[in-house]
């Protein structure tokens, strides 16, 4: 199994509970299934640029004009969005690892997706038909907030803009291990739900190791 671990979060593990999250995931994962290969994508050390006009043009045009031929600055724009998707596609499944912030993920994770999900690198559009180019099967996701969140909660940013973009390549398997209520100003028992997202994210690591 490969797995593609994507952190979008600049705070040092002991004053992230993602990250700490995220570690007791692997652990629990690579303890129970040690053939496990995990290749680690830090954001904040490989920072995505923001989809530029060259780059936008290089990846959609093809779509329209077969005998389209993208300038050199074109195609220098897709260096990154190329690697990472490349990455991307070899994995079976993804782990993202982010904070919630002002009500959504990091700005630095959305910049990552607007690079690799595009065509010609995650899916090819033909006959108005999605065809995926991966064999991703699953999306975890190791979440902190400062607020609690009931589930379904429309107050939540994160998961529906998961699953929107990951259901569009045809990946509907998304599970979520989240640490909510950490902000002190508001709430006493932020441990507590630490604890629990912990446990949540092992039972996570578990059912991978058990799947097929």
């Not at 004053?15 to 629990?28: I, P, V």
């Amino acid at each position: 199994m490969n797995v593609l671990h994507v952190i979008a979060n600049p705070r040092p593990i002991e004053k992230s509970a993602s990250k700490q999250l995220a570690t007791s995931f692997f652990a629990k994962l690579l303890e129970t299934n040690p053939d496990v290969v995990v290749n680690n994508i830090d954001l904040y050390q490989e920072p995505p640029p923001y989809l530029s006009l060259d780059a936008y043009n290089r990846l959609n045009t093809p779509l329209l004009n077969p005998d389209y031929t993208p300038s050199k600055a074109e195609e220098h724009a897709i260096t990154y969005a190329k690697a990472q998707a490349e990455g991307l596609r070899q994995a079976d499944v993804l782990v993202l690892t982010m904070p919630m912030w002002t009500g959504g993920p990091p700005a630095i994770m959305k910049a990552w997706f607007d690079q690799v999900m595009q065509p010609g690198l995650m899916f090819n559009i033909e006959s108005g038909v999605v065809i995926p180019l991966h064999q991703l099967s699953k999306v975890i996701l190791l979440v902190s907030s400062g607020q609690v969140y009931k589930e379904g909660d429309e107050r939540d940013g994160i998961t529906p803009i998961i699953r929107n973009i990951f259901s569009f390549i045809g990946v509907t398997d998304i599970e979520v291990a989240w640490a909510d209520g950490q902000s002190p100003h508001f709430f006493t028992d932020g441990e507590s739900r630490k604890q629990s997202a912990l446990e949540m994210a092992e039972e996570l690591a578990e059912e991978l190791s058990e799947s097929p």
